[in-house]
């Protein structure tokens, strides 16, 4: 068991970051859609927040991060081919 742990904890420090943060996210999404898919769907157990970071653009021109406000669709279900409920949100101001 040790052995297995410490091969998995090599190919976790091999793996880019940005490739482990995508892959948990996805698992969180994945989770809070399992919850949205029961009948009833049980909503309070698929509250997911979602960081602001993941609004934000990277601006080339002021070699930094943005977040423009404005509003935005959000698709929720189990897949990008499965998406039955779908939502809008309206983030602040643009500024960084």
């Known amino acids: 068991m040790e052995a297995r742990l410490s091969e998995l904890r090599g190919q976790l420090v091999a ?17 809070a859609a399992m919850h949205l898919s029961l009948q009833p769907p049980q909503l309070a157990q698929a509250r997911l927040r979602i960081p602001a970071r993941a609004f934000a ?8 991060w943005i ?9 929720i279900g189990r897949s990008s081919r499965d ?3 779908t939502t809008h949100i309206t983030s602040g101001t643009a500024g960084g």
């Open 15 to 31: 793996t880019p970051v940005e490739v482990v943060v995508a892959n948990h996210a996805y698992g969180l999404f994945e989770l």
């Open 57 to 64: 653009r990277y601006n080339q021109d002021l070699a930094r």
């Open 83 to 85: 998406l039955p409920l």
């Open 67 to 75: 977040w423009p406000g404005g509003q935005y669709t959000l698709h």
